[in-house]
């Protein structure tokens, strides 16, 4: 199964500042997805990022917010811009193989907290 | 995409069968039934993946009725490392290459 590295795996930041978190997997892989999870809460779907293309974002989340970029099939990275308290959240990374049942991992997360 | 609904959260203690049980009314004739398992700060891991009737490993069962509206997981003698949140996912697998939507999950607590 393929294995998934994100960096940081925490970080505290002030507001008005942006964090970038990079997501690394050991296989090829066409998609790539960024979720948040906020405290005590589900997952939510930020956007999807393929390679190649531009990432497709989900209602309430903006590029301008959180700028994805994929330069090869194997990296990703997101940044949380313009931090507020609000964006304190647990951010995942997760990969699609087609290959396997179920097909998708995740990553471990990366918990950042605004103040 | 098929809505779910499951139970919020559960409590069991050392040594029980657990049975999570999912509704999905809306569940697609391609659709198939995924759990997955979250622990604190992970991301959520597959449990197993069912389309019809039962499927077991090494971990869990699944069981689907006939008219797929609905699915049990069942975590046969849980321990306390199986407590954390539970996902019931519907969607057409892993071949469309969709996103995971997730809903509220359950979230399990076993005791000694």
């Known amino acids: 199964s393929a294995v998934i590295s994100q960096k940081p795996s925490r970080d505290i930041c002030q507001r008005g500042t942006s964090l970038t978190i990079q997501c690394q997997v050991d296989s090829q892989v066409t998609m790539m997805f960024w979720y948040r999870q906020q405290p005590g809460q589900s997952l939510t779907l930020i956007a999807t990022?393929?390679?190649?293309?531009?990432?497709?974002?989900e209602s309430g989340f903006v590029i301008d917010k959180f700028p994805i970029s994929r330069p090869n099939l194997t990296f990703s990275t997101l940044t949380v811009s313009n931090m507020s308290p609000e964006d304190s959240s647990i951010y995942l990374c997760?990969?699609?193989?087609?290959?396997?049942?179920?097909?998708?991992?995740f990553g471990s997360g990366t918990r950042l907290t605004v103040v | 995409l098929a809505k779910t609904t499951q139970p919020i959260s559960m409590d069991s203690y050392e040594g029980q069968e657990v049975n999570i049980t999912c509704s999905h009314n809306n569940i697609a004739t391609n659709d198939y039934i995924t759990w997955y398992q979250q622990f604190p700060s992970q991301g959520p891991r597959f449990i197993i993946q069912?389309?019809?009737t039962k499927v077991t490993n090494e971990v869990a069962s699944l069981f689907i009725p006939a008219d797929r509206k609905s699915s049990t997981l069942s975590l046969p003698r849980v321990s306390l490392s199986d407590t954390a949140v539970y996902y019931c996912l519907v969607g057409d697998g892993n071949q469309a290459g969709t996103a995971l939507i997730f809903g509220k999950g359950t979230t399990l607590s076993v005791s000694s």
């Open positions: 997760s990969v699609l193989l087609h290959d396997r049942v179920g097909g998708y991992t």
């Open positions: 069912g389309y019809k």
């Open positions: 990022a393929n390679q190649g293309s531009e990432a497709t974002y």
